[in-house]
């Protein structure tokens, strides 16, 4: 089957996950925005507000946005945060992002030199996109990628089957059987977008989860991808019925 782009989720994937944000964060960060008056309240209604946002997020597979949340936490608390809107960034750049895996990284930047392929980010997140690209930038992989889907741009969460449609469209005139969607988790980054009708590879430490579909392909960690794909597109090995074919990359 022939290979012609890669959807690629971020945390524990290609990165260490950073931490998510907490109130007194927020807190500080509001109180240095033009405007606003924000009590000490506030701390508990945000952590309120996010824990049902989030849980209600998980259950519907959506993604609300984090102007929302700082809007209702402000109005349970009494707080004036004119433009919550313009407090997301701000909050994102105050918490570490997630770090980029070295490994990863480099074998990210192998997999971009030696084949023609188009590369999308595809992550739940909550960070904003200029704070997740300014993250792949310092890792040295943003010209990695041809365009970003994120939970947090679109409103929706894997396994939500639209998630998967707008990384379809984000690869371009590619057809889904022609997307191999590469990620940790069976669920989200395996067996959604399999079902949706994309290729797909599970990166599993652990060995192939029981039950999972024999033609999504398995691999201990991203940085075994490159090798995977050279040996998929040989017919040199069985990555669970996936066989790629895919011409190296022009030269420039």
């Known amino acids: 089957m022939t290979l012609r782009a890669l959807a690629l989720d971020f945390g524990d994937t290609l990165a260490v996950p950073g931490p998510g944000p907490d109130g007194h964060t927020v807190l500080e960060v509001l109180r240095r925005m033009p405007g ?19 849980e209600g997020d998980r259950v519907r597979d ?10 209702h936490a402000a109005a349970l608390c009494g707080a004036r945060v004119p433009h919550p809107e313009a407090v997301v960034e701000p909050v994102f750049e105050h918490i570490p992002d997630s770090r980029v895996i070295r490994r ?5 930047r192998r ?12 992550c739940d997140t909550q960070r904003p996109e200029s704070v997740r690209r300014r993250t792949l930038a310092e890792a040295g992989i943003e010209a990695c990628f041809d365009a970003v889907v994120l939970s947090s741009t679109i409103g929706l969460r894997k396994p939500n089957p639209q998630f998967y ?36 590879v599970l990166i599993a430490p652990t060995g192939r989860p029981t039950g999972l579909a024999e033609a999504i392909g ?8 490159p090798d995977y794909l050279d040996r998929a597109a040989a017919g040199e090995a ?13 030269p420039r």
């Open 238 to 250: 069985d990555p669970g019925g996936v066989r790629p074919e895919c011409p190296p990359r022009a």
């Open 165 to 200: 449609a707008e990384v379809e469209r984000a690869c371009g005139n590619i057809a889904r059987e022609q997307i191999m969607f590469v990620g940790n988790t069976p669920t989200k980054d395996a067996t959604a977008p399999h079902v949706y009708g994309m290729q797909a």
């Open 111 to 122: 997999i971009r030199d030696r084949r023609d392929l188009v590369c999308v980010l595809a």
């Open 36 to 54: 606003t008056d924000v009590p000490d309240t506030f701390v508990a209604a945000f952590e309120h507000v996010h824990r049902i946002t989030r």
């Open 104 to 108: 990863a990284a480099e074998a990210l």
């Open 218 to 225: 398995v691999i201990d960690h991203f940085a075994d991808l």
């Open 62 to 71: 959506t993604h609300t946005a984090f102007a929302d949340e700082i809007r």
